[in-house]
């Protein structure tokens, strides 16, 4: 291993010791799976921290034009969207509303989920 490897595995170890999910993709094979009992073999497997996804507000182009909106506190008031709005618009959406782009069946957050690392 590199200088650079040994600090990344070091810091992928301390996060399972911490408690946090670790996964391990066989080389050769595709796709990773959650470990809870790694074998650290570090030849044979690459380990990661496993990935969180976090919501973020609706960029311009994201905003689902067409889509039912509706309060969170208070479900019986909703409207169509009909505009993208401006950044602070889109923060009120973000923390205040859901959306549903199938006439009020399902209701989703007013944002995009993405996977940190």
């Known amino acids: 291993m590199t200088k650079e490897q040994t600090i990344e595995a ?3 170890m301390q996060a399972f010791v911490d408690g946090k999910e670790v996964e391990v993709l066989h080389r050769g094979l ?4 959650t470990t ?3 074998s650290w073999n570090w030849t044979n497997c690459f380990f990661r921290i496993k990935p969180t996804a976090t919501l973020r507000p ?4 994201e905003v689902p034009l067409g889509a039912w909106m509706r ?3 208070d479900p019986k008031y909703r409207w169509l969207l009909f ?3 401006n950044d602070d618009a889109r923060r009120i959406f973000f923390l205040d509303n859901e959306h549903s782009i199938d006439k009020g069946v399902t ?3 007013c944002g995009v989920m993405e996977e940190s690392k």
């Open 36 to 38: 809870t009992n790694p």
């Open 10 to 12: 070091i810091r992928v």
């Open 83 to 85: 505009n993208v709005g």
């Open 30 to 33: 595709e796709g990773s799976v």
């Open 58 to 61: 609706w960029n311009s182009d």
């Open 71 to 73: 309060v969170k506190l």
């Open 107 to 109: 209701w989703n957050p």
